[in-house]
């Protein structure tokens, strides 16, 4: 196989956390050993899919390698400088190359790379830990010293040698080496491995290997692959940030077979033949269980192996800390039961039943046999206790942080997550603390009598507001005033925001009824806004009077918020947070494709964001336009559901309305063409549109197709569904071909979502179900099956 074909198997193997070794060989086999995701390269591929494609066999080498090989001397006074696209050392051959990668703005890493692939995959690295700045430089210096130097000479890397280097080589083996005048090896990159082993390189017992943290973090990261005293390889997870290592969930245990160990055993002397196996652990997120550490996902988060794949998920009522890093766990999106002895707030939580998941070695009390209902109330009186797992009459506490959690099907018990009943992050509470309880009384009648005299001298303001108005002046009440007068919005003058915006210059967006623009107002947090201006179209007020009251009365992390309005004269605005990452459209469609991870994440916030909408908010609403337009992200690339401007408000008892055709072309359910009522159905075969545009990274119609079969996403998506070929829709995405599991379950998902007939689409509480792995996904029927005459 030519270097480039194999270059772009090696791409499969793309992504961090992972502690493997490469041994690579252009052979055919790599197609099949390179189909992970991960970059570490393989062999040992760690967690979740710990998938060992092949425990290779190191070939026996010398210890010290000599001149012998085709090298391209560097004589001394050579250097190189870190700056983009910058010159480097390549071996003869010109498969490695020796020199500097930009990893980050102005952050250069020294490093060894294949480089007759496009992807330039690191093998080797001086100084993961320390980046090096723009215009720091590399040098075998005259008197023979090699050392990376910052803009000012101060050193970042350096080797030390007993004796004076007379020439450097980068080697056909991909073996960075410094050579006495007699060619003596003095140092070589081999034998200070990072997170790659090349064909050729020895291993001295005891060595290790530790991955680097994220894809353009090459600082060490959390797993660590060692060859121990006693000849075995091993997987670790380590207790970063050092290198100590906490808990071993995988080892070859090849040794005393196959292998020799050296008369000094500090030498693994492995046969010069190759040999491929395949190991796959029963289940990596159990394989991880240490008694600290955040498990296979980071604490407070639970994992779930499917077989194949493992995946990261945080509780109902918490949230992912780092989308970019899901080591780094799940937060709680809500204030924790107080401990004040003054208060009891037991009554103001409850808990989320999650079967099947426990978060294991962190109980701090265990009681047997109790009830259910007994386990439950003992958690709700514990103000510590923010989970507890109940199995068979068995109940167990547990406190923060939570860790080791999974999903395992195999367990019978279940895990009973406290939260707060509203689940609100808004709620705070006061930090009087009196010592003794007569002051406590004191300063709450403080506080009840101060409180009494400022509402009492509100409502006389009030009072004389109104009487002053009606009395005074000839103006009529405005009806959209009097409409948002009871609601926690700010009101905007007109001028107020025509300064704040300059004059509305900054455009972010518009569509058929409004134009959106950036805003800066110091009185909000963060300063930051967008300022929608509605135009004065038919339906404009009626427009107006549906976003401000539905959406000042929901609130919730995946629906964009409404902080104030104007209704001035002809004027109509609406000012929201600010969105930095703009919409789920330029996030999906221009650029850079977005993570596979990233998607999902997206997925299924927008899918909770439509089911607070429909289900969970004070009035029932149906969006009537989802699209990844109406979908916007924040700093973290949360979702957040936007322009409830078409929405069309129910009454609590209501399912069903009629009203005028909404929303947009390909998103748009039969039912509006049909003349038939309008349920919140109509948002589900939205949803299901968006779904697989996420899935595939492309809209839902394309005249630009080569094959016309391909023009309706969701038709394509379906024939490839039928076909078994679902690897087509993400033929350019390596992440999701590895998580193909998932990309079918995901697909079948969006096909229910679009079925013709609404009662046969799902609810959008089955569609979050299933998106997060609780609720098994059926095969859908044909998406013609349902159809009928319009």
């Known amino acids: 196989m030519e270097a480039m074909d194999w270059g772009r198997e090696l791409q499969r193997v793309s992504f961090v956390n992972r502690t493997c070794v490469f041994f690579g060989q252009r052979s055919c086999w790599l197609q099949s050993l390179c189909k992970q995701k991960y970059k570490l390269f393989f062999a040992w591929i760690f967690p979740w899919k710990v998938l060992l494609h092949g425990l290779i066999y190191l070939l026996h080498s010398a210890s010290k390698l000599t001149v012998s090989q085709a090298s391209k001397n560097i004589s001394l006074g050579s250097s190189l400088t870190a700056v983009e696209n910058g010159s480097f050392w390549s071996s003869p051959s010109g498969d490695f190359a020796f020199g500097f990668r930009k990893i980050e703005k102005d952050g250069f890493l020294l490093a060894i790379w294949f480089n007759k692939i496009p992807e330039k995959t690191i093998v080797w690295s001086a100084n993961g830990q320390n980046l090096a700045p723009k215009g720091s430089r590399v040098e075998l210096t005259s008197d023979g010293s090699f050392q990376l130097i910052d803009p000012i000479t101060k050193e970042i890397w350096s080797v030390s040698t007993r004796v004076e280097v007379s020439y450097a080589a980068m080697l056909d083996t991909g073996n960075f080496a410094l050579f006495t005048e007699t060619s003596e090896n003095l140092w070589q990159s081999f034998d200070h491995p990072t997170d790659t082993i090349l064909p050729g390189q020895v291993l001295h017992q005891p060595a290790q290997l530790v991955s680097h943290l994220l894809p353009n973090n090459h600082s060490k990261g959390r797993f660590l692959f060692a060859l121990q005293y006693d000849g075995d390889f091993v997987l670790y997870a380590t207790d970063f940030p050092t290198d100590s290592v906490n808990s071993a969930y995988w080892s070859t245990r090849v040794f005393g077979r196959d292998i020799s160990v050296g008369s000094n055993s500090s030498t693994r002397n492995l046969p010069m033949a190759w040999s491929i196996l395949s190991v796959m652990p029963a289940n990596i997120c159990n394989g991880i269980n240490g008694r600290i550490g955040g498990g296979a996902c980071g604490f407070n988060s639970y994992c779930n192996f499917n077989g194949t794949n493992k995946s990261c998920h945080c509780p109902i009522g918490y949230s992912i800390i780092d989308p970019n890093d899901v080591m780094k766990g799940c937060k709680q999106n809500f204030v924790l039961q107080s401990c004040d002895e003054t208060s009891s707030e037991a009554h103001l939580f409850d808990f989320i039943e999650m079967p099947h998941i426990d978060w294991s070695n962190c109980d701090y009390e265990y009681f047997k046999p109790v009830s259910e209902d007994w386990c439950r109330q003992a958690c709700l009186e514990d103000c510590l206790c923010v989970a507890a797992s109940f199995n068979d009459g068995a109940c167990s506490k547990k406190n923060l942080p939570l860790f080791n959690g999974r999903f395992d099907s195999s367990f019978p018990g279940k895990s009973l997550v406290k939260i707060r009943k509203d689940n609100s992050s808004t709620l705070v509470r006061g930090d009087i603390n009196p010592k003794n309880g007569k002051s406590k009384l004191f300063v709450i009648g403080l506080i009840l009598l101060g409180s009494s005299v400022f509402l009492i001298l509100l409502l006389v303001v009030a009072v004389c507001g109104v009487l002053y108005w009606f009395c005074c002046t000839n103006q009529?009440?405005?009806?959209?005033?009097?409409?948002?007068?009871?609601?926690?919005?700010?009101?905007?003058?007109?001028?107020?925001?025509?300064?704040?915006?300059?004059?509305?210059?900054?455009?972010?967006?518009?569509?058929?009824?409004?134009?959106?623009?950036?805003?800066?107002?110091?009185?909000?947090?963060?300063?930051?806004?967008?300022?929608?201006?509605?135009?004065?179209?038919?339906?404009?007020?009626?427009?107006?009077?549906?976003?401000?009251?539905?959406?000042?009365?929901?609130?919730?992390?995946?629906?964009?918020?409404?902080?104030?309005?104007?209704?001035?004269?002809?004027?109509?605005?609406?000012?929201?947070?600010?969105?930095?990452?703009?919409?789920l459209a330029s996030f999906l469609f221009e650029g850079k494709r977005p993570s596979w991870y990233q998607r999902v994440q997206?997925?299924?916030?927008?899918?909770?964001?439509?089911?607070?909408?429909?289900?969970?908010?004070?009035?029932?609403?149906?969006?009537?336009?989802?699209?990844?337009?109406?979908?916007?992200?924040?700093?973290?690339?949360?979702?957040?559901?936007?322009?409830?401007?078409?929405?069309?408000?129910?009454?609590?008892?209501?399912?069903?309305?009629?009203?005028?055709?909404?929303?947009?072309?390909?998103?748009?359910?039969?039912?509006?063409?049909?003349?038939?009522?309008?349920t919140m159905k109509v948002d589900v075969y939205s949803f299901g549109v968006l779904l697989v545009e996420l899935i595939c990274c492309r809209k839902s119609f394309d005249v630009n197709v080569e094959d016309e079969n391909k023009m309706v996403l969701i038709d394509w998506a379906y024939d490839c569904f039928h076909h078994r070929r679902l690897d087509l829709l993400v033929e350019e995405d390596k992440e999701a071909q590895i998580d193909i599991r998932s990309v079918e379950e995901y697909v079948k998902i969006g096909i229910w979502c679009v079925q013709e007939d609404p009662s046969a689409r799902p609810s959008m509480k089955q569609v979050v179900q299933m998106l997060e792995g609780f609720m098994d996904v059926p095969n859908p029927p044909n998406l013609a099956s349902f159809a009928s005459e319009c």
């Not at 003058?493 to 805003?519: C, D, I, P």
């Not at 806004?529 to 539905?550: D, G, P, Q, T, Y």
């Not at 979908?631 to 949360?638: A, E, F, G």
């Not at 129910?650 to 929303?663: E, S």
Request: net charge neutral; aromatic share 8%.
């Open 476 to 583: 009529k009440v405005p009806k959209t005033s009097r409409f948002v007068s009871n609601m926690t919005l700010r009101s905007f003058t007109y001028e107020e925001l025509m300064e704040g915006t300059n004059g509305f210059t900054e455009e972010l967006g518009r569509g058929a009824f409004s134009t959106v623009y950036k805003g800066v107002l110091p009185d909000i947090p963060g300063n930051l806004v967008a300022v929608k201006k509605l135009k004065m179209v038919n339906e404009s007020e009626k427009e107006f009077e549906a976003e401000v009251s539905a959406i000042g009365q929901t609130h919730h992390r995946n629906l964009m918020q409404l902080l104030g309005f104007c209704n001035e004269g002809e004027h109509r605005l609406l000012v929201y947070e600010f969105m930095s990452k703009g919409t």
């Open 602 to 678: 997206i997925a299924i916030g927008t899918a909770k964001g439509l089911l607070y909408l429909h289900e969970e908010c004070k009035s029932q609403i149906i969006h009537c336009d989802i699209k990844p337009q109406n979908v916007l992200l924040d700093d973290s690339y949360t979702a957040k559901i936007s322009d409830l401007g078409l929405a069309k408000l129910l009454k609590i008892d209501q399912t069903v309305t009629t009203t005028a055709i909404r929303g947009t072309k390909g998103y748009v359910a039969a039912e509006w063409f049909k003349n038939k009522p309008i």
